[in-house]
């Protein structure tokens, strides 16, 4: 298969007729504007943005593109070669092994502070430490391109101890490798951070969270404390503020083919009463996600912390599973 999927904007790229190179590090840097669009649009200011040139098939520079175990070369017109791969909408760098097959990606939304960048951090550093033993058949390689994976556990940390970490502004990607079949397929899980943006209307949804399209799930995270003053509440406006994100994450997917899961992460529940929180909770909670969820392709409930516990299972791992399986 040579389509591969971009863990950036989620487009799906047809290498065969689309594939785009960034040429070798000793060719000229330009300017790349596409580049720098979409690095701002993510909040990322600081990012270089004079790149050695794009090349293509019909571009002057390229002289052919040979196929080696299936993947694309460009050898240039003065016998280099170049198998970065960069996507055509985003020029972001497309990465290894990761067919449109096998990219599976969730978003995580939710209001300020309610607890997504921790949920993230917690997921992302099970992989790179303790791995999932729920879940055996897998081995868990935390992709470093994107971030070191010891600042991500030192975040983690921070997080598991109540601070509040830093915004993750680029996705999180682990890839997990069936361990019976070593040489085997990889898949690639894509966690996305919506905290950096601020304030979001339906114009600014598709341009700010092109990703979100093609997410399977989406994480909306509500604190366990939200959920508790919203039971015993007897005013609507906690479901107003809910109500509006739910639009705000239909009109993500808007354009679609199959709308993602709706995973509801009651998060801080190290905070919650025993025994909850419950599907049935939410929904007496928020009106609106009983309402609404009817337009998402499924609705789960997932009770976690970032903060770590001797006893009561294992949360994060059950979640890690139910976005991935
Ligand atoms: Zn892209």
């Known amino acids: 298969m040579s389509d591969r999927r971009c863990i950036f904007c989620g487009r799906l790229i047809e290498l065969e007729t689309d594939a785009l190179f960034r040429l070798p590090p000793d060719h000229p840097r330009v300017k790349d504007a596409i580049y720098a669009d979409f690095q701002k649009a993510r909040g990322l200011f600081d990012i270089r943005s004079e790149l050695p040139g794009v090349c293509e098939k019909r571009s002057p520079e390229c002289a052919k593109i040979e196929w080696e175990n299936g993947k694309p070369v460009l050898i240039t017109k003065t016998g280099r070669s170049t198998d970065t791969l960069i996507c055509p909408t985003c020029h972001s760098e497309l990465f290894r092994d990761t067919d449109s097959a096998s990219v599976h990606s969730a978003v995580f939304f939710g209001a300020k502070d309610s607890g997504k960048t921790s949920l993230i951090l917690a997921l992302a550093e099970r992989c790179i430490t303790g791995q999932f033993s729920s879940d055996e058949r897998y081995r868990y390689i935390f992709n470093e391109k994107l971030y070191n994976a010891g600042d991500m556990t ?115 529940s190290d905070l919650a009463d025993s025994g909850g929180p419950t599907e049935e909770q939410v929904y007496t909670a928020f009106p609106s996600i009983r309402e609404l969820s009817m337009f998402f392709s499924g609705t789960k409930v997932y009770p976690v912390s970032a903060v770590k516990r001797d006893s009561g299972g294992d949360p994060v791992g059950q979640l890690y599973a139910g976005l991935f399986g």
């Open 154 to 268: 030192a975040e983690a940390e921070k997080a598991s101890a109540g601070e509040k970490p830093r915004d993750l502004r680029r996705p999180a990607a682990v890839y997990r490798v069936l361990r019976a079949n070593e040489g085997g397929k990889a898949f690639c899980d894509v966690l996305h951070d919506v905290s950096f943006i601020d304030t979001v209307d339906e114009e600014s949804v598709l341009t700010a969270l092109p990703f979100a399209a093609s997410a399977e799930h989406f994480v909306y995270c509500i604190p366990a404390d939200t959920l508790r003053d919203a039971l015993g509440a007897d005013n609507e406006s906690a479901d107003i503020k809910i109500r509006k994100d739910m639009f705000m994450m239909m009109s993500a997917f808007r354009f679609s083919e199959k709308p993602p899961e709706l995973d509801i992460a009651v998060t801080k």
